[in-house]
């Protein structure tokens, strides 16, 4: 019996894998030790049913090769694959420049294996186009993270801290499907007496455990937050003390959301004024409070100021650095935050360091063994790479490991064609994605049962994933990819070798980040094993940090800031051609674009449908079961119609794990994240 | 967004210089606009009142005492020096010189001006009550108007003895005793600002009446059955509402109405309406109807250098009186300022009270828009809910006493969303209440009681215990969410299901 943890979400709850003849069996790691502080020792049945890809016929194990004038397939074998992988990348750069090559990651991948990604883009390939799906998670909470505190990490506190709160407030999560027993913490903050807000345009099954539900027009969660704080100031409940001694720049705010009276709140967002009444009442009254957002705040064109809002609001009433109270986000995959740590976002290195930094290069290139002048600077983002691709100005190969671009990028028919029009696309996946399906070479990898590696969870926990099995015939690790492609272009480094070995690349991770904001260098697998996870940043010969912001913010100041944000919408509005708002998330048995989940045969696989109001339903003669058409300025989709009451009746809701729902979402982006807007433009609905 | 240091330069020759006489809510918004793009330095704003902009319409909340008077400022005085801004508070406009393109203030300074915005609002209309202006030329002391932050602070100090701190400075909502010399109001006019006004004095615990001329309350906005409604309700609160009948005079036994009424009162509240104020820009020659007659940019029909936002503008024969149609002028003026294409082309009004305990919405002008009226009223529970449906929009309607979904609606009105033949009479009617989990053991085996591992209410039943059925359905180990439901069908599991056919009902079989 091995222990490790769950392969999807970032809650990464722990499990143990024992084999049991040629199956792989999943048992929940808490009978054996019982310390499992994020999860309790539950799982969801995404968890219960991982290993269902094991033994599957669906596992790719052996290279592929497509012939594109004919679309068929060959296998290949590994050095036949990577030759041609590598000579093509060669050549590429030679006519065209290192630009010309380009490596897009994941947010699912390990510590290390985002590490190496990002070393390999700019030591081997010397590409400045890297960039990750992790853009398209929760990068305007990082973003927001980074201005109002100086640090990103999603939860600056323990996620258990929940249950000792008085009131938390999610805005646009739906924990209860997305990561279901992170739910079991808001149950026992009531069993407490603490109170629970839910902000989501759908009453999901988080909104049924909330002890006040609001329901905005999706896209304006940014002047909920303004309401509020305005509210706040109205009755003088904002932390004068607080305000003075460990913030900045609070005057202008409190001005700007003078011209937010409930009202002109409710005309806007479509919530009722005295339910923001409510939400106020409660938050001014509460002695600790702690807002949470996800997906539903931040995939928006005002992804980040929408956080910063409520960012201002927890800052106002004196939070951050309280004990269990304050601002937090709930990252999406499982190695979000980790992911974006060390170097497989276009203009980061390890550590959290920045790539324009020079003596971030410096301190990097040291590690790296070359010439601070010859790392690359700051590349395209993750949208706006793919969007390059194939173009005059864009990278003309694309390397893909641990992402499914074809379903989950927004505007996905264009990004499609951009990815047909490149010279070489290679996807390193388990499965034949709907991405693998259109690549030159396909490389079979490891699954995470297969695999020992570290993943960040989204409370800046470092945790271990441990291999139970070995990996089938003819497959390799993406470590191994990296490394072997790494030597085929002949990137021998001065000081370190193209490691394969996660305990040896984790040893060059923590030198790397020393000295970064997200400094992993006291953190050793052995000290991840021994206290259930280590809690960034840790330099060298600390116990970790649970808990941020108890005496200093991480400006140089040592203050937090407020920053003014004003609500100027969606890009796209209903008109009379689409007078909707469509809206995209997740449900409960399927896992991101669904390579996986869609696979496994235990978990239902519904298919995409269309989630409307009775009112809507009767307006456009829609009937549940039956199909109805989804028409957005981009494309358009049919679906089955699902009839629920508890929809915004001006909403419809398709979920985003099929191919579909992103052929409809706007790409319109967030100027300072590059989040694009996933989660509202305006759509028509016929049956 | 903070970050960027702003530099701050004097405008040179070549660039022009934006005047905007007038320092409310619509000037105010017009400057943010200016600022975001680059002209803040170029711009001088000419205020009568000596304190910067603030939130008008949140003189109620202050006055009724649930929001802070410290918290009414738009911006501070040091953010438009910030910016470059030139604010000039406590600034009369005496004339605008179109030939010299100057502005002049009272003491003969002048102001020169390439673009000049009047954004000068409203003036509160003085019924005409004998006794209210003594033969001295003086103001009744009982007697108030009620638009300016100074009114508000007059007023408050009238009936609490309390002086309103208008800093920025914290402090809590006050709660000083009421002043006792006053104990009965009486406000004259039973429009928005009647109302508002009304129930906040009596929130504060003043005897209050309404005396209104025509004969129903918010004559302008709601119809009569409404206005009936409204008019119980204000009773129900305690305010008595005098309807159809005019004040005619004020003397020392109080407020003489043409009823023959007199109401004892110590204090008089003046909310009877008010007019575009328009007389700098008559002296200037501009064409002036209600208000300062401008085109689809602003600006005015006479002088292309000469624009009109706000309370005082006359855009397509309408004047608004509203706040968020001159926010949208502002933000289109700006633009306009800026030289870019811009237009405004009327603007969709939603007005609603803000006073406790009294719900009222009324979207644009339900009395005088035509189309199909779809209306449903409860008097007895005082409801009334009306919209005006044309072509399958909503074009306008009225919501009182009952807001349920107020903001849908308003989403709709707003949106012009062409709805379904039954959708605005199902608006109207209450919401459907979701159904509890009581039923639970009634529950078909094939219903689903643990999302998290997908188990129905049949795969419990079969099980003996809660660790059984952890063990074996996974049920209860993801969320949790279901724990209660799993037990309820385990402790009624050993009883046998009831029959099929009487499963569908909740409660007793029949």
């Known amino acids: 019996m091995t222990d490790t943890h769950c392969p999807y979400c970032s809650l990464q709850c722990g499990m143990t894998l024992s084999r ?16 499992s502080p994020v999860d309790e020792g539950a799982l969801c049945r995404k968890g219960w049913t991982a290993a269902g890809l094991r033994g599957s016929r669906e596992r790719l194990t052996t290279p592929m090769v497509r012939d594109r004038a004919t679309g068929e397939w060959s296998a290949a074998t590994w050095d036949e694959a990577l030759d041609l992988v590598a000579s093509k990348l060669t050549d590429l750069r030679e006519n065209h420049g290192a630009d010309a090559n380009a490596v897009f990651g994941g947010g699912g991948l390990t510590n290390e294996k985002a590490y190496q990604l990002g070393k390999f883009a700019r030591v081997a390939l010397g590409t400045s186009q890297i960039d990750y799906n992790g853009r398209w998670c929760m990068s305007s909470a990082a973003s927001a993270g980074n201005q109002a505190f100086g640090v990103d990490r999603g939860l600056p506190f323990p996620l258990a801290d929940i249950e000792k709160t008085d009131v938390c407030v999610l805005v646009g999560s739906n924990l209860a499907e997305t990561m279901p027993p992170a739910a079991r913490h808001l149950d026992r903050l009531r069993e407490n007496g603490g109170k629970v807000v839910v902000i989501d345009p759908r009453l999901t099954p988080t909104g049924e455990r909330a002890d006040l539900f609001l329901q905005p027009v999706p896209g304006t969660d940014l002047p909920l937050a303004l309401g509020v704080l305005h509210l706040l100031d109205a009755v003088g409940a904002v932390d004068e003390d607080y305000i003075a001694e460990r913030t900045t720049g609070f005057e202008d705010v409190r001005r700007s959301v003078a011209a937010w009276w409930p009202e002109m709140v409710e005309r806007v967002s479509g919530v009722e004024a005295a339910q923001l009444r409510e939400l106020a009442d409660l938050l001014a009254n509460a002695g600790k409070v702690m807002v949470l957002t996800a997906r539903g705040a931040e995939q928006h064109a005002q992804g980040t100021d929408t956080v910063l809002a409520w960012l201002n609001v927890t800052l106002a009433l004196g939070m951050p650095g309280k004990a269990y109270a304050g601002y937090g986000c709930l990252t999406g995959q499982g190695n979000g935050q980790g992911g974006r740590e060390h170097g497989q976002k276009a203009d980061q290195l390890p550590g959290y360091r920045m790539i324009d930094d020079p003596a971030a290069r410096a301190h990097v290139a040291a590690v790296w063994g070359v010439d601070p002048e010859t790392l690359p600077g700051k590349g395209r983002s993750a949208y706006e790479l793919l969007d390059a ?25 264009h990004i499609t064609s951009r990815l047909a029009d490149l010279d070489l696309l290679v996807v390193a996946d388990m499965v034949m994605s709907e991405t693998a399906a259109l690549a030159d070479v396909v490389l079979p990898v490891t699954q995470w049962a297969e695999e020992t590696g570290t993943m960040t969870n989204l409370e800046g926990r470092v945790i271990l994933r441990q291999a139970a099995v070995t990996p089938p015939d003819g497959v390799r690790s993406d470590l191994e990819v990296i490394a072997g492609l790494a030597t085929r272009l002949e990137a021998v480094s001065g000081a370190t070798r193209w490691q394969t070995d996660p305990e040896a690349i984790f040893t060059e991770l923590r030198a790397a980040s020393k000295g970064g904001k997200a400094d992993y260098s006291g953190i050793t697998y052995d000290r991840i094993r021994d206290e259930d996870g280590v809690f960034w940043p840790c330099p060298e010969g600390s116990g970790g940090t649970p808990r941020l912001f108890a005496d200093t913010f991480s400006h140089p100041d040592g203050r937090a800031r407020f920053v003014d944000v004003e609500h100027s919408g969606p890009a796209e509005e209903p008109s009379a051609a689409y007078p909707l708002h469509l809206t995209t998330g997740r449900v409960l048995a399927q896992y991101q674009s669904g390579a996986q989940t869609r696979r496994i045969k235990d978990l239902p696989d519904d298919g995409i449908f269309v989630e409307l109001h009775p009112l809507l339903a009767d307006r456009v003669g829609a009937h549940d079961g039956d199909p109805v058409v989804v028409r957005t300025p981009r494309g358009e989709l049919k679906a089955p119609a699902r009839v629920v009451t508890t929809i915004r009746p001006d909403t419809i809701f398709v979920p985003f794990h099929w191919v579909g729902a992103n052929r409809l979402t706007n790409d319109a982006l967030d100027p300072s994240s590059r989040m694009p807007e996933f989660k509202v433009c305006a759509a028509a609905v016929s049956a | 967004m903070s970050g960027e240091p702003i530099v701050l330069h004097e405008p040179t020759p070549q660039q022009k210089r934006i005047v905007i006489i ?59 020096a910030d910016r470059g801004v030139d604010l000039r508070l406590g600034s009369l406009v005496v004339d605008i010189h179109r030939d010299t393109k100057t502005v002049e203030l009272a003491g003969r300074t002048t102001v020169p001006y390439d673009q000049v915005v009047l954004a000068t609002g409203a003036i509160p209309s003085l019924p005409p009550i004998r006794g209210v202006v003594r033969l001295d030329g003086s103001m009744d002391p009982r007697v108030q108007a009620f638009r300016s932050l100074d009114d508000c602070a007059r007023l408050l100090d009238a009936i609490r003895g309390e002086v309103v701190n208008l800093s920025a400075d914290p402090g809590s909502l006050s709660g000083s005793q009421p002043h006792p010399t006053v104990r009965h109001a009486v406000v004259v006019g039973g429009g928005l600002l009647g109302l508002q006004v009304a129930r906040a004095l009596s929130v504060r615990g003043i005897a209050t009446e309404i005396v209104e001329g025509r004969d129903h309350l918010l004559n302008s906005q709601v119809g009569t059955t409404a206005g009936k409604v409204l008019k119980r309700s204000m009773a129900q609160l305690g305010t008595q509402v005098y309807l159809g009948a005019r004040a005619t005079r004020l003397t020392d036994e109080g407020l003489k109405l043409d009823n023959g009424y007199t109401l004892e009162t110590d204090l008089v509240v003046l909310t009877a309406g008010g007019r575009p104020r328009a007389n700098l820009a008559r002296r200037a020659e501009l064409t002036v109807n209600r208000g300062i007659v401008v085109d689809d940019q602003l600006r005015s029909v006479d002088d292309p250098d000469v624009y009109a936002i706000g309370d005082c503008a006359e855009h397509n024969a309408t004047v608004t009186g509203f706040v968020s149609p001159a926010w949208e002028q502002a933000g289109v003026l700006a633009e306009v300022l800026a030289g870019n294409q811009a237009t405004y082309e009327g603007h969709r009004v939603v007005a609603r009270l803000r006073a406790t305990d009294l719900d009222v919405c009324v979207l644009g002008e339900p009395e005088n828009e035509t189309g199909e009226v779809v209306e449903i009223a409860n008097p007895v529970k005082g409801t009334h ?29 707003d949106r012009q969303t062409v709805l379904g033949e039954h959708e605005a009479g199902q608006l109207l009617l209450p919401e459907p209440s979701s159904t509890g989990s009581s039923g639970v053991p009634q529950l078909p085996d094939d219903a689903e009681i643990c999302a998290c591992a997908g188990v129905t209410a049949g795969a419990i039943r079969a099980c003996q215990s809660l660790e059984d059925v952890r063990d074996t359905t996974r049920a209860t180990t993801g969320c949790g969410g279901c724990a209660p439901s799993v037990r309820q069908l385990l402790a009624t599991r050993q009883t046998s299901p009831l029959p099929k056919s009487l499963r569908t009902v909740e409660g007793t079989p029949s």
Request: proline letters at 5%; glycine letters at 14%; hydrophobic letters at 40%.
């Open chain 1, 20 to 35: 049991k003849g040629p199956r792989l069996e999943v048992g929940v790691r808490s009978q054996k030790n019982k310390h």
């Open chain 1, 389 to 413: 691709l194939g173009t005059p100005e864009g990278p003309k190969s694309l390397l893909v490991f641990g992402s499914n671009i074809v379903v989950s990028a927004p505007n996905a028919t």
């Open chain 2, 22 to 80: 007038g320092g409310g809510m619509a000037a105010a918004r017009l400057v943010e606009g200016l600022v975001a793009r680059g002209l803040g330095p170029q711009t001088t704003v000419l205020a009568e009142e000596q304190h910067a902009p603030y939130n008008r319409i949140l003189l109620s909340a202050v006055l009724e005492g649930t929001h802070r008077p410290g918290a009414l400022a738009l911006r501070e005085k040091q953010w438009y």
């Open chain 2, 385 to 413: 809910r009306k919209l005006v449906v044309r072509d399958g929009r909503i074009v306008a309607g009225a919501l009182v006493g009952d807001l349920s979904r107020v903001g849908l609606i308003t989403q709709a009105f």
